[in-house]
């Protein structure tokens, strides 16, 4: 009866352990592979707030920020205007900030001007939800931040709003 | 004590909560941080349900509700008053957090659109500083449950369930899990407090008094719930790896459960349990267990504990019977989502909420117990009549109405003669001497009626002398024309050939208890039959268990029988309209009466 109650434990211990597995192996798989990530950022069709084609191929080369974001999400908000002094100190010396916001045309251009927005905004759509996700964003959330080395290295992906002193820490080794 | 048992299951409850916590992402994805559900509240709205998980919020002006198809159009949703929430950018803006029901009305042009399908769009953030894109969810809802008797499903009803355990409704057992952890596994806890009172839980409780008793003259309270606790987890913990285990395997073991040999030794065990109760022997464990058990508590102090956490174990084999329903939900669950962790909690929950009355005998450290003397041999009888009772309820779907009123009638009779029915009283009798007789004379009675019953062809276990009634129906009770089916092809023919009719598929098999009532006391009722004249009757008896009915089964996503599908005069099947364990002939006309109103 006692080898019967411990295998009956044992069993339990296992499910758990077995889920906790499960559950982590996820997030290993879609950590891999982002070189192949970096390529589709580059390469997604997007449009500017005047309508025209552009990609993020263009600033290739370049330490590039993209900023996922929206009007009408609070903490997108908050982290803005420090992208913009950023971009004013560093852009000189290669830094480029790219916003892509998941919202209206018109709302995003009223934004930009309210805000003396000094890097180019494009819009976004659901497919570029689903490039967040596969850039690792698998909640879908905003603001989403991918900071990529001149040699296309993917080096930090940062969900939720981030602070000016931990970007310039990220971003200064790589100028 | 009582608080002592609390904190204990809260610790319990945390430990469980903090394996299934530990392993999520710091970030929960939309659908699970924004748990959604929708379901018609009456045949003009939709309530639909957003579980918000803590740390998180929707915005209350961002809802956007659609319908599909198009001759549904949604109204103005009433939407509660929200939280307000100082926004440095957009001023006060009102959230919501926790539960939210929001009412959404609706109209219908055509009113003959079976399914609508509600979209709708939410955007949220969680506290952390992130917000999540404006988030679509879908539901399909089914009009034609809007004015069902089974489509309502509250908490209350739900836990009304519990109360007639044997017949209860395991599809809605399933539905609870839709809701959040701790509901789901609060829910359990409470199936479990209304099984401890129906009397399975009651061979448990000389096991539990000879496990304290066992445990030595000098038992303090601590020790005594010490005791009872290990026991009840024992049980518990059997409960939830017996049913993951089985989940996952997909077997049917609320079939085993139900199966007459099964039934049957659980019926023996009853009788044995009994018999013991009226002092016919002791019941102890073989001696050459006792002795190693004595041995290795002499060895080291938890040695007591593990053979009382074994008998535990043991124990939760027992009351087996009982639980069928709620466990075939939890089963249902696990099968399908193959969320281990949620299912096996639930379990968890259920076995330590029928632990709860055993917790309490424990912690009073026997005083609960009956003590020696005349009262304890009362108790005893009293009881062993009762196991009794249940030994003949078990065993009953498997025996002819004519056995079981002897049976009933038997049992009856000897507890009459117990009570003293027919021994003279003494002349300066007391009161209770006299109140006792009375009730030995009723108990007699009943008995005689029920054997008269038994011998004269009465057909109702509830009305034993309706063989004498002239107008009793003639010749055998009434079976319903169904044509069996054995394989999804052979069904999907049978649909196909019914052409333009109504199509009634009745899963069945043998040992399921609620399909004998069904037919016994549903199928027989004379509006049912002149319902069942427009329909085709299908009828899969899966007794046999083969690959074919296996696929079957699943097709419908069902775990066994009991249930019933409905399909429309095209052959499709009318969804939401499924019966699923026993319903009463008026529940069940008005289920026939949709059914037949599809066009």
């Known amino acids: ?175 | 004590m009582i608080r002592d048992s609390k904190s204990l299951l809260g610790a319990i409850l945390l430990v469980l909560c903090g394996l299934a916590g530990a392993a999520e992402p710091e970030l929960l994805e939309p659908d699970q941080a924004f748990r959604f559900m929708a379901r018609l509240k009456d045949a003009r709205t939709i309530e639909v349900n957003y579980q918000i998980a803590p740390g998180y919020y929707l915005y209350r002006d961002k809802f956007r509700f659609t319908l599909a198809p198009a001759d549904a159009k949604a109204g103005t949703p009433q939407l509660p008053a929200g939280k307000l929430k100082h926004d440095e950018f957009f001023g006060e803006v009102e959230t919501y957090r926790g539960h939210l029901a929001i009412a959404l009305p609706f109209e219908l042009d055509a009113g003959v659109t079976p399914v609508i399908t509600l979209t709708a769009l939410s955007q949220g953030c969680a506290d952390v500083g992130v917000c999540y894109v404006p988030h679509e969810q879908k539901a399909r809802l089914s009009l034609a449950a809007a004015d069902g008797a089974a489509s309502d499903v509250s908490l209350g009803q739900l836990l009304g369930l519990g109360q007639r355990a044997a017949g209860a409704d395991d599809a809605l057992i399933a539905r609870v899990f839709e809701s959040g952890f701790w509901l789901v596994v609060a829910s359990f806890f409470g199936f479990g407090l209304l099984l401890s009172l129906t009397p399975c839980v009651l061979p448990m409780v000389p096991i539990l008094s000879g496990v304290i008793v066992g445990a030595g003259h000098s038992v303090t309270k601590s020790r005594g719930f010490l005791l009872a606790a290990v026991y009840v987890l024992g049980m518990a913990i059997a409960y939830a790896v017996a049913g993951v285990a089985a989940g996952l395997s997909g077997a049917m073991l609320s079939a085993a459960l139900q199966k007459p040999w099964v039934v049957g030794a659980f019926a023996a065990v009853f009788v044995a349990l009994a018999l013991a109760m009226f002092g016919f022997y002791d019941l102890q464990l073989p001696v050459a267990l006792q002795g190693r058990i004595a041995a290795a508590s002499n060895r080291r102090y938890g040695g007591h504990y593990a053979g009382v956490f074994s008998m535990g174990v043991l124990s939760a084999l027992i009351i087996g019977p009982c639980v069928a329903a709620p466990l075939a939900g939890a089963l249902l669950y696990i099968s399908q989502s193959r969320d281990v962790v949620l299912g096996g909690s639930a379990l968890f929950a259920l076995a330590l909420g029928m632990g709860v009355p055993l917790l309490a005998i424990g912690a009073s450290a026997g005083a609960l117990l009956p003590k020696a003397g005349p009262w304890m041999e009362t108790m005893k009888r009293f009881f062993g009549t009762l196991l009794l009772g249940v030994a003949i309820f078990l065993v009953s779907p498997f025996l002819p109405v004519a056995v079981q009123m002897f049976l009933w009638g038997a049992l009856l009779i000897v507890t009459a003669i117990y009570l003293r029915a027919i021994d003279p009283l003494p002349a300066g009798a007391h009161g209770y001497q006299r109140f006792s007789k009375g009730v030995g004379v009723l108990v007699l009675l009943a008995g005689l009626v029920y054997l008269v019953g038994a011998f004269s062809g009465g057909r109702d276990i509830l009305q034993p002398l309706s063989g004498f009634r002239v107008t009793a129906r003639e010749g055998e009770p009434y079976t319903a024309p169904f044509q069996r089916v054995n394989s999804p092809a052979e069904l999907d023919a049978r649909i196909q050939a019914a052409a333009g009719r109504t199509v009634m598929l009745d899963f069945y098999a043998d040992w399921c208890i609620s399909c004998k009532e069904m037919e016994r006391y549903t199928f027989s009722d004379e509006r049912v039959q002149a319902r069942f004249r427009d329909m085709v009757l299908l009828q899969a008896d899966v007794t046999a268990n083969t690959a074919e009915h296996a696929a079957l089964l699943r097709r419908f996503r069902l775990f066994g029988p009991p249930g019933i599908v409905f399909f429309d005069r095209e052959g499709r099947e009318i969804r939401g309209l499924r019966v699923i364990g026993f319903q009463p002939a008026d529940r069940f006309v008005t289920a026939l009466d949709q059914a037949l109103g599809f066009r």
């Open chain 1, 1 to 175: 009866m006692v080898l019967f109650a411990a295998v009956a434990i044992a069993a339990a211990m296992g499910g758990a352990a077995y889920h906790l597995w499960s559950r982590s192996g996820g997030g290993a798989a879609a950590a891999a592979g982002s070189g192949a990530v970096v390529e589709q950022v580059y390469a997604a069709p997007l449009a500017d707030l005047k309508g025209g084609a552009q990609t993020l191929g263009q600033w290739q080369g370049q330490v590039l920020v993209v900023n996922f974001w929206a009007t009408w999400c609070a903490p997108c908000r908050e982290e803005i205007p420090g992208f913009v002094r950023m971009q004013e100190r560093y852009g000189p010396r290669g830094l480029q900030f790219v916003g892509i916001a998941i919202d209206q045309p018109d709302k995003v251009a009223e934004f930009s001007r309210e805000f003396h927005i000094n890097y180019p905004l494009l819009m976004g759509g659901l497919e570029t939800m689903e490039l967040m996700r596969q850039a690792g964003n698998r909640a879908g959330v905003l603001p989403y931040t991918l900071v990529i080395a001149r040699d296309g290295k993917l080096v930090s992906r940062e969900p939720g709003g981030l602070k000016e002193s931990r970007l310039e820490r990220i971003i200064q080794p790589l100028l």
